[in-house]
């Protein structure tokens, strides 16, 4: 792998005074996808959240190019296109989905415009729902805006936190299409998930979190094939 | 049962009160709509407008309509700086304490406004003060008829600062979904701070709309929070058009139960109606916010 966009040693994270990340080491290669996979509670969610400021890391390293970014802000790491599509898709409900896209854009305004035509010509659907209220999509339409709000800020490094949760299998399939898509252009995706093979086919490499620490780690072809996987995964 | 002589000019002139209750409601209810908790030291800063207004015209000269163009953005920069360098910091995040950092600074503001002023009771004198504006039916004065104008220009700014603006759209993100909001790069801290400082300007317009026919103490302000309290209850809590309606209802309601009851039972009808939306509709006329 060339010199990693984002690279992550010794990372400890947790919530008061439970630890629920207890020493984390991943990196992230320029174009690259990798997958993180791991069973509900493993703290998946948490490594994005410390990743994008959300959660302050008890200890250890974050690093997104050249830059220390584990005591940053969530503004500034968003400023940097460390950009973090969250569990739950949290979009605006209250806002029109044009609404939604623009806030995604705040802090590339400038080329907002521009962003909004390409997002809307990756999600037609998009484009034709724009003056509706977010909150009146439907979930697999929710899924989209919230990937599509996520560009809008001209993400380098875009971390898709369980994308596919709750959609139809066609919808998934299509989703994964996207990501390889999106992908395809030059970014580097961190794609956490538990639907285990598709997520093996798009990414590269894959990391399993087991009780907050990685318990198997490479290509995505290895961890396909390891025995262990369903032990780990399915925590068996 | 009263005639239409007495009904009409009664319930126009509830009207013109009910604006400026209706302006104070509107910056307690985006407050609230954003930061999720009540600012109890929204009399305190209205008093401190008002004494504000009040000295503008003792000390400079100024008329309070012009002393509004001041202090106004004086006040936004002022709420601005009270929570994001006190009420936010104090608090570290948690709701129950912004309450009572909110609560203590009311304290502060009042006992200081005290100290220096003592609980003397100020009026100015304005040669419009007493102008009325005869309507065929009902005489209505100007500086109150002034105020309701201006209330309606403030709600529409605001509505368009809400809706057009990047800021307002960071700011209806925020109320709504703030961890969506930190993930798209909007600074909360700062869009807290905005809308504190928003609410407390529209204390400033408030207090300069009423001192031409108001008097100023250190507790003057309350007793507008009090009712603009019971407005953001019965318009629902964080609702903008809420609050507008319902400072208008309730400046009707106020004047026509003294109409009925006696000038110094008006308030009476108030309370009652916020007893009976808090037993009958507790979400508020206009449920959820806007
Ligand atoms: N805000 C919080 N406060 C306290 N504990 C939390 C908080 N968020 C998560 N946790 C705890 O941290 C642990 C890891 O949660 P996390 O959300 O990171 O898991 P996850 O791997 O994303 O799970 P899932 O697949 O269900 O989304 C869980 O035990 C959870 O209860
Ligand atoms: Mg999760």
Redesign the interface.
């Known amino acids: 792998m060339a010199e990693p966009l984002l690279s992550i040693s010794g990372l400890h994270a947790g919530y008061g005074g439970t630890e629920v990340l207890r020493g984390v080491d991943l990196a992230v290669g320029p174009g690259e996808i990798v997958a993180v996979l791991g069973s509900n509670g493993a703290g998946k969610s948490t490594l994005n959240r410390a990743i994008?400021g959300?959660v302050r890391p008890w200890r250890g390293s974050i690093r997104f190019g050249a830059a220390a970014i584990e005591r940053e802000?969530?503004?500034a790491i968003?400023?940097r296109g460390l950009?973090?599509?969250?569990e739950g898709?949290?979009?605006?409900?209250?806002?029109t989905v044009r609404?939604n896209l623009?806030?995604?854009g705040?802090?590339a305004?400038t080329r907002r415009d521009d962003n909004r035509t390409r997002v809307f010509a990756l999600f037609p659907k998009l484009a034709e729902r724009q003056g509706q209220n977010a909150g009146t999509l439907s979930g697999g339409e929710q899924q989209m805006l919230a990937i599509g709000?996520?560009l809008m800020?001209e993400p380098k490094l875009l971390i898709l936190d369980e994308p596919s949760l709750g959609l139809s299998p066609l919808l998934v399939e299509e989703l994964f299409a996207l990501i390889r898509s999106i992908n395809a252009a030059g970014m580097a995706i961190l794609l956490v998930e538990q639907n285990v093979v598709q997520s093996l086919e798009v990414a590269q490499r894959a990391y399993v979190l087991e009780n907050g620490v990685f318990v198997l780690e490479g290509s995505a072809a290895d961890i396909r094939n390891d025995p262990n996987l369903k032990r780990a995964y399915l925590g068996l | 049962m009263l005639s239409p002589i007495i009904l009409v000019p009664a319930i126009l002139n509830g009207l013109l009160t009910g604006a400026v209750y209706a302006l104070v409601a509107l910056g307690l209810t985006l407050i609230y709509g954003v930061l999720h908790i009540i600012n109890f030291a929204h009399g305190a800063l209205l008093t401190a407008a008002m004494f504000g207004a009040f000295f503008a015209h003792r000390l400079l000269g100024l008329d309070p309509y012009v002393a509004a163009l001041l202090l106004t953005p004086a006040f936004f920069v002022l709420g601005y700086a009270l929570q994001r360098f006190i009420i936010g910091p104090a608090s570290g995040g948690e709701d129950r304490n912004i309450l009572l950092v909110t609560l203590g600074l009311a304290v502060v503001i009042e006992n200081a406004l005290l100290y220096a002023f003592r609980a003397d009771t100020r009026t100015i004198n304005l040669p419009y003060a007493f102008d009325v504006v005869d309507l065929g039916i009902a005489f209505l004065a100007v500086p109150r008829v002034i105020a309701f104008g201006a209330v309606i220009v403030v709600a529409l700014v605001l509505w368009l600062i809400m809706q057009w603006t990047d800021t307002g759209k960071a700011i209806r993100a925020v109320a709504k979904e703030k961890v969506g909001a930190e993930l798209c790069g909007i600074d909360v801290a700062h869009v807290y701070a905005v809308t504190f400082g928003l609410g407390t300007a529209c204390l400033a317009i408030a207090a300069c709309l009423l001192i031409p026919t108001y008097y100023v103490n250190p507790h003057a302000g309350n007793a507008f929070v009090l009712i603009a309290f019971t407005i953001v209850v019965l318009g629902g809590m964080g609702s903008v058009t809420g609050a507008l309606i319902g400072g208008l209802f309730i400046g009707v309601v106020e004047s026509l139960s003294g109409l009925y009851l006696g000038e110094s039972l008006g308030q009476i009808g108030i309370f009652l109606i916020f007893i009976l939306v808090l037993l009958f509709r507790p979400s508020g006329l206009f449920g959820a916010r806007t």
């Not at chain 1, 950009?83 to 969250?86: A, E, G, K, L, N």
């Not at chain 1, 898709?89 to 806002?95: T, V, Y």
């Open positions: 994008s959300l802000s969530p503004v968003v400023m950009i973090h599509v969250p898709r949290r979009i605006f409900p209250n806002m609404e623009d806030l995604g705040y802090r305004r709000r996520g800020a």
